[in-house]
């Protein structure tokens, strides 16, 4: 079956960096589109990154610049590697996936089948 497994998370001070890692297993891995997803206490999921199965990316507005999505088809592993973290990137950070794929959808969270069970973000100021 599907698995996708966060790690990477943790606390940090405004400024620092953090890289999430997913680990993927039962599907092709290098043939889906992957995204990371987050959500605050009280907040909708948001679309943070995504990369197409040709290595394309798009971010959401607020994260260009500082965050950069890539995976790695030989490990079968996303990642999301945060710089210059702020107070506001406090979230539940999730990978998901699904195999149809696209630039218009892809910052909702309906449109994806499989997701990984989140890992937390904190930054303090």
């Known amino acids: 079956q599907v698995q996708l497994v966060e790690s990477g998370g943790g606390s940090v001070q405004a400024g620092g960096s953090l890289r999430l890692s997913c680990a993927a297993s039962?599907?092709?891995?290098?043939?889906?589109?992957m995204s990371w997803f987050r959500q605050g206490i009280g907040k909708e999921r948001e679309g943070v990154a995504y990369?197409?199965?040709?290595?394309?990316?798009r971010y959401a507005d607020s994260v260009k610049g500082r965050f950069t999505i890539s995976r790695d088809n030989a490990k079968n592993t996303l990642y999301l590697q945060m710089n210059s973290l702020q107070p506001e990137d406090t979230a539940m950070y999730y990978c998901?996936?699904?195999?149809?794929?696209?630039?218009?959808?892809?910052?909702?969270?309906?449109?994806?089948?499989?997701w990984g069970q989140g890992t937390q973000v904190t930054v303090s100021s």
């Open positions: 998901a996936t699904k195999s149809t794929c696209g630039y218009l959808l892809w910052p909702r969270p309906a449109t994806y089948v499989y």
């Open positions: 039962g599907f092709t891995y290098s043939s889906n589109c």
């Open positions: 990369i197409n199965s040709d290595g394309s990316t």
